[in-house]
């Protein structure tokens, strides 16, 4: 058999590789939500370590000096629990809410945005990443301010193990909420303002107790995410809790987690293809 080179073929007559229809190039498998989600979360656990914890216990001085300032004016009953499950959530409420919308806020302004948008990882996983680091730091002040409250109040401990279904849900509606806020706000400064007009709220409406505030108040108050948790929270002082009650405000505090990270996912894509 003999050999024609390619060049001496007529016009018009194609060799085997070109007449071959070409292959797309075989792309890699996209990435899985939950390995880029951990891999978020480990980076910005590590990146926040440092400069967070003082924060953190700038967060927990603020809600044991309330407490001991409500000291003077609550002696005890339904407003001293409100008192301790108010000021232990808002120290979720300052790092979750204030400091992730700060964070948002001069990630978007920076351009930083850009470096996540070049990482093969889905939004969710960034939002939700960041999301679980900014609230894991929020357990120790968290268990600290009512441990604390509890002893300045008389209030019983046996049931403090609701914490560990309180913090995270209540993180996540804030921090989803932070998140958002940093992430819509046009500029940093707005984002900052933003973030520390939510924890201000979470503190005037979560830790004064219901019974003494205006109906009109009390309407804002079912608003604000926090407010389900530190329903939950308060109910388990009581000598026999409603635990239906406790469950159904858990449940509420989730709903609203998974819709304000889901608008914060929303906010993120749209943020990083700007």
């Known amino acids: 058999m003999s050999v024609v080179p390619a060049g001496a073929l007529p016009a018009g007559v194609l060799t085997a590789e070109e007449a071959a229809p070409a292959r797309p190039a075989a792309l890699g498998p996209r990435a899985r939500l939950w390995p880029s989600l951990a891999a978020v979360y480990r980076a910005q656990l590590s990146r926040a370590r440092v400069a967070r914890i003082p924060l953190l216990f700038v967060a927990t001085f603020q809600s044991v000096g309330i407490m001991i300032l409500m000291r003077g004016v609550v002696d005890g009953g339904g407003e001293a629990r409100a008192v301790v499950a108010g000021s232990s959530v808002l120290v979720v409420a300052f790092v979750a809410l204030n400091l992730l919308a700060q964070y948002f806020g001069q990630l978007r302004a920076s351009g930083g945005l850009d470096h996540y948008a070049t990482l093969p990882v889905p939004p969710a996983a960034v ?66 303002l933003l973030g520390q007009l939510g924890m201000s709220a979470a503190l005037l409406l979560g830790v004064l107790p219901p019974e003494r505030m205006p109906q009109a108040v009390r309407l804002a108050r079912d608003l604000l995410p926090s407010t389900y948790g530190v329903e939950a929270f308060a109910r388990t002082f009581a000598p026999h809790p409603d635990w239906a009650h406790v469950l159904g405000d858990l449940a509420v505090c989730g709903m609203v987690g998974v819709i304000s990270l889901a608008v914060a996912t929303r906010a993120y894509r749209r943020a990083a293809v700007r």
Do not use: D, K, N, Q
């Not at 301010?145 to 509606?173: E, K, S």
């Open 127 to 192: 939002v939700l990443g960041a999301a679980g680091a900014y609230a894991s730091f929020t357990v120790p002040g968290t268990v600290v301010t009512a441990v604390v409250g509890c002893a300045l109040f008389g209030l019983p401990l046996a049931h403090l193990w609701i914490l560990v279904a309180v913090i995270p849900l209540a993180g996540a509606a804030l921090a989803g909420l932070g998140a958002a806020l940093g992430l819509l706000a046009p500029r940093p400064e707005l984002a900052t």
